[in-house]
């Protein structure tokens, strides 16, 4: 009996040492995949910051370009507003000089 009790013990110390092997292999495997998705996650993480500025960027571009926009229409319309004004005056002082109303003298 001592025989076959010395090779169970033999076999499990074996077994013992294989899945410690193992166990050592498992971690360093999981050591390095946790790394490498640490890695990938700071990468993430500063290419998702910079989308994050260009993002604000373009806001404030954006932002800008709208209020040139506006200002751009209302000076527009203030332009034709006193061309018209303009031209009528113009027309205005015209016919009175046809009509001998006025006088450029006057």
Same mark, same amino acid.
């Given at each position: 009996?001592? *025989?076959?009790? =010395? +090779?169970? !013990?033999? =076999? +499990?110390?074996?077994?013992?040492?294989? #899945?410690?092997?193992?166990?050592?292999? /498992?971690? =360093?495997?999981?050591?390095? +995949?946790?790394?490498?998705?640490?890695?990938?996650?700071? /990468? &993430?993480?500063?290419? #998702?910051?910079?989308? +994050?500025?260009?993002?604000?960027?373009?806001?404030?571009?954006?932002?800008?370009?709208? $209020?040139?926009?506006?200002?751009? *229409?209302?000076?527009? &319309?203030?332009?034709?507003?006193?061309? $018209?004004?303009?031209?009528?005056?113009? #027309?205005? !002082?015209?016919?009175?000089?046809?009509?001998?109303?006025? !006088?450029?003298? !006057?």
């Amino acid at each position: 009996m001592s *025989a076959n009790l =010395k +090779a169970i !013990t033999s =076999k +499990a110390s074996e077994a013992i040492v294989k #899945l410690e092997l193992r166990n050592f292999s /498992l971690e =360093k495997e999981l050591s390095n +995949a946790l790394e490498q998705c640490s890695a990938e996650a700071a /990468l &993430a993480q500063q290419k #998702l910051d910079q989308a +994050a500025q260009k993002i604000k960027e373009h806001q404030s571009m954006a932002s800008k370009l709208k $209020k040139q926009c506006n200002r751009a *229409a209302k000076v527009t &319309a203030n332009a034709v507003k006193r061309a $018209k004004e303009q031209v009528k005056r113009e #027309l205005s !002082t015209k016919h009175l000089l046809e009509k001998g109303v006025y !006088t450029e003298k !006057t």
